[in-house]
């Protein structure tokens, strides 16, 4: 039988074509090998074991198959054998109506009432829980588990809950993430190893909070709320299910929004598997081959309008008039949204792949750069579980940077790094010493790439102001002399003006300089293999040793060379790190499962790995040199952009 669960369900409410592509091999499926999402399920694991320490005599129903098949019935007869106490708390019990099928995480049953708490690691604030974006898959999983219960045992009054990290609480437990040891079953499944059994206190030792949702969920049950707007809420279960039961197609209205971000597509490294999203759009649009080569609005960086585009049932770029873009609007110098990307479309159209870049304007911005130039990156990892004693549910650690210098000669220096991964040793407050220590070597211009620098140390900043550091009031100041204040609406604290505030090279890119080879990407990703593309200089220059270019390095031979190029093209130097285990073979046993260091999500994994899991020294030292040599790249790609920018406004 087929059955419907409620991480199927939400793929179909999601999108009801992707229940066709779900759990097939031959489709490729993106996020089963996202590192950003592999992250989080480590912490959602953990998540859940300390919620189960909240109801010390829960009765687990456990899977007791060793091989691939999977028993409901067996699993909804324990369940069912439990439900006849009057009162019992169950973990994963199990509940199937026709061809619906359900695992509750936590289940309280006190004489004929059910508290059905779904756990996530998701995180909030008083009053934050609501029906909107956020939420709203969330909420329709708890109201799709009550509907089963409902319909299973009509005799039972089911009152759902949410049980989520709160950002008000805090831990008394040093070490709470460490004591839920990430694992790998015989079965290679990820599992948890408890080093702490009972909370004394769960009050003060836990961060999570239980949320009654009973009147969204009401709201849902009687379709006030909808995700998919042809159906009521019941019927959204049943025909969801019917179409999965019966194997079929949905064939449902595109929705070019969620197509962007669907996962069943193929990558270059999986051109062998099928993409769902290809089908539905041959199948939907009638496109053949050649239709999938002509440039879409996918490409187009920030576009806003795309229930303009679903209404006339166009994506391609030719058929998108450029009233469909919004107004182009004043922005003092810069390049605005709209205008940027009328640029990109136009590049697109006739296969221009010729930077278009402000050039005075760029030449006015750079003038104000102050030598030498500074280049940071860090890198760090939040969990919902804090990694120490009084810290909040998703707290940064920040273990790392990079710091490269550019001098006014074009002499370039890996001049400062950091990086402590050493299991239950908190960071923050080191880090934020050798930073400073690093950058007072000058006072010329610092720069980042995204804001992520500034908001790291801004939640540092709050975390000194909490601490008895004897130094913290001038590591404060060194953080409010190069950042600027948080943002976000909600803020209403302290407000300063830096003396030495850090530069976003990535706005500088937004504002200046378009790239068609990055496709409207502004990631460095994108930017970084753009600017091979593109600039002579970047190419001659670092096709050579390091030792002849004036480049130093803490962590790659004098003679590496950083920019390879096979068939004509430039390899991806984060493709061409070495993996951290290349030379283990058999005789070697390790915890990890982790292949690359080359991306923030494979950094936040293995920083989460080294602090809950129990490695040796000799894999926790293999894990840091990749994680070093990661780190030193990104600083680096920001100096080879930065010297691309410094070429076009020389030469022009």
Same mark, same amino acid.
């Given at each position: 039988m087929r059955v419907l669960s409620k991480s199927r369900y939400k793929l179909g409410l999601e999108c009801p074509n992707k229940l066709f592509y779900t759990s097939k091999k031959e489709y490729a499926n993106q996020k089963q090998? /996202?590192?950003? @999402?592999? =992250?989080?399920?480590? &912490?959602? +694991?953990?998540?859940?074991?300390? =919620?189960?320490? *909240? %109801?010390?005599?829960?009765?687990?129903?456990?899977?007791?198959?060793?091989? /691939?098949? %999977? /028993?409901?019935?067996?699993?909804?007869?324990?369940?069912?054998?439990?439900?006849? *106490?009057?009162?019992?708390?169950? +973990?994963?019990? =199990?509940?199937? +109506?026709?061809? @619906?099928?359900?695992?509750?995480?936590? @289940?309280?049953?006190? &004489?004929?009432?059910?508290?059905?708490?779904? $756990?996530?690691?998701?995180?909030?604030?008083?009053?934050? $829980?609501?029906?909107?974006?956020?939420?709203?898959? %969330?909420?329709?999983?708890?109201?799709?588990?009550? %509907?089963?219960?409902?319909? =299973? #045992?009509?005799? +039972?009054?089911?009152?759902?809950?949410?049980?989520?990290?709160?950002?008000?609480?805090?831990?008394?437990?040093?070490?709470?993430?460490?004591? #839920?040891? $990430?694992?790998?079953?015989?079965?290679?499944?990820? &599992?948890?190893?408890?080093?702490? *059994?009972?909370?004394d206190n769960p009050e003060k030792q836990s961060v999570l909070s239980l949320i009654d949702v009973s009147d969204i969920i009401k709201k849902i049950e009687l379709s006030e709320y909808r995700i998919l707007d042809k159906f009521t809420f019941e019927n959204s279960i049943q025909v969801l299910a019917k179409t999965y039961e019966e194997n079929r197609y949905f064939d449902y209205d595109l929705n070019f929004q969620i197509c962007k971000k669907c996962e069943f597509r193929t990558k270059d490294d999986n051109e062998n598997l099928k993409s769902g999203v290809k089908e539905c759009f041959t199948r939907k649009l009638g496109w053949n081959e050649d239709d999938f080569k002509d440039p879409t609005a996918f490409e187009i960086w920030d576009f806003r309008r795309w229930k303009h585009l679903n209404d006339k049932s166009i994506i391609k770029l030719e058929d998108i008039d450029d009233e469909l873009f919004g107004e182009i609007k004043d922005e003092d110098g810069k390049m605005s949204r709209v205008g940027r990307q009328l640029t990109q479309k136009h590049k697109a159209l006739v296969n221009d792949y010729e930077p278009h870049t402000l050039i005075p304007e760029l030449k006015a911005e750079m003038d104000t750069w102050k030598f030498p130039l500074n280049f940071i990156d860090f890198e760090a990892s939040t969990s919902p579980l804090p990694f120490y004693s009084g810290q909040h549910p998703y707290e940064k650690v920040v273990f790392q940077f990079s710091h490269h210098i550019y001098q006014e000669d074009g002499k370039v220096e890996h001049a400062n790094e950091y990086i402590n991964i050493k299991a239950g040793e908190f960071p923050n407050f080191e880090f934020v010493r050798k930073l400073k220590l690093a950058l007072e070597q000058n006072n010329g211009t610092i720069f980042q790439f995204s804001p992520y620098e500034n908001t790291t140390l801004n939640q540092v900043k709050v975390q000194l102001e909490q601490s008895g550091e004897q130094d913290r009031v001038e590591l404060i100041d060194f953080i409010k002399s190069i950042t600027t204040p948080p943002k976000s609406k909600d803020y209403n604290g302290e407000l300063w003006a830096p003396t030495r505030g850090m530069v976003d090279l990535c706005e500088v890119i937004k504002a200046y300089y378009y790239n068609p080879y990055a496709k409207g990407s502004n990631s460095i990703k994108d930017i970084l293999p753009a600017t091979f593309k593109t600039s002579e200089f970047i190419r001659t220059k670092y096709t050579q040793p390091i030792n002849e270019i004036e480049l130093s390095s803490f962590n790659f031979k004098p003679d590496k060379v950083w920019l390879k190029i096979e068939n004509g093209e430039v390899i991806d130097p984060y493709k061409s790190l070495d993996k951290p285990f290349k030379d283990w073979d058999d005789t070697f046993e390790r915890v990890s499962d982790i292949e690359d260091i080359n991306n923030g999500g494979a950094a936040m994994t293995a920083y989460g790995l080294t602090q809950y899991s129990d490695m040796t020294d000799l894999e926790r030292n293999k894990i840091e040199q990749a994680l070093l040599k990661y780190c030193e790249l990104d600083t680096l790609a920001m100096v080879m952009i930065y010297e691309h920018l410094k070429e076009i406004i020389t030469i022009k």
């Open positions: 090998e /996202d590192p950003f @999402l592999q =992250a989080l399920a480590s &912490g959602g +694991f953990q998540v859940e074991e300390l =919620a189960r320490l *909240h %109801y010390p005599d829960g009765n687990l129903i456990e899977d007791k198959n060793s091989d /691939d098949r %999977y /028993d409901y019935e067996e699993k909804v007869n324990q369940t069912s054998k439990l439900l006849e *106490h009057d009162n019992v708390v169950i +973990f994963e019990a =199990a509940f199937m +109506f026709k061809n @619906l099928f359900i695992r509750v995480d936590i @289940l309280e049953k006190k &004489g004929d009432q059910i508290n059905l708490i779904e $756990v996530k690691a998701k995180s909030f604030r008083k009053d934050d $829980v609501k029906y909107n974006s956020d939420w709203k898959f %969330y909420l329709f999983d708890v109201a799709f588990q009550k %509907y089963v219960i409902e319909k =299973a #045992f009509p005799q +039972f009054i089911v009152k759902p809950f949410l049980m989520l990290a709160d950002k008000d609480k805090t831990t008394t437990i040093a070490g709470l993430n460490q004591l #839920f040891r $990430v694992s790998k079953t015989s079965d290679n499944r990820t &599992g948890i190893e408890l080093k702490i *059994h009972k909370l």
